[in-house]
């Protein structure tokens, strides 16, 4: 065996291999981007606070999120409460509506939309800063699980529904809204 000539055909071999490597590296395509934060992706429509002269009220409106990926709201906090709570409406074992704060925050799933609205999810306000007057407004800022954040501004308004009770706990005794 003649290795003057191996070595050659050996080095040229593994050239052509490396270029068609690169050349196929080259039209690959490109890694899929990292998802964009919730608070890029989600937004809120028909957005308002219900009126109330002290004590607690709610924020509701329709969330969408535009994004490829689930997100999930887990606080939100607003110049307007002390005491913020993502609450969902149930049904007790008496088969009362009860509220109770949810576990785990709210989920939007990807490319859809979560209602928040009068006896269903909702934002809650407790120990209200001041009085929610009709025709004023409330801003919130919504933090996601990826601690991105988003915030918007709702119009208070009358309304005189939304008086579920409160699921039984120490924390909440005796509250209605």
């Not at 080259?26 to 890029?40: L, V």
């Not at 949810?102 to 934002?123: K, Q």
Request: net charge negative; glycine share 8%; charged share 25%.
């Amino acid at each position: 065996m003649n290795t003057s000539q191996t070595l050659p055909r050996a080095a040229a071999l593994l050239a052509v291999s490396f270029l068609a490597l690169t050349g196929c590296a080259a039209t690959a395509p490109p890694a899929s981007e990292d998802p964009k934060p919730a608070g890029d992706v989600v937004t809120i429509e028909d957005a308002w606070v219900k009126s109330a002269p002290d004590g607690m009220s709610a924020a509701f409106g329709m969330l969408e999120n535009a994004g490829d990926e689930d997100v999930t709201v887990v606080s939100v906090e607003s110049d307007a409460s002390s005491m913020l709570e993502l609450h969902e409406t149930v049904e007790n074992e008496a088969g009362e509506m009860v509220m109770r704060e949810i576990e785990g925050g709210f989920v939007i799933p990807a490319g859809a939309e979560l209602a928040l609205e009068p006896g269903a999810n909702h934002i809650m306000l407790m120990d209200l800063a001041s009085p929610l007057v009709a025709g004023d407004e409330a801003t919130f800022t919504l933090t996601f699980s990826d601690d991105s954040t988003y915030e918007f501004t709702a119009p208070v308004k009358d309304y005189s529904g939304a008086n579920e009770n409160y699921e039984d706990s120490d924390e909440h005794e005796g509250m209605d809204h």
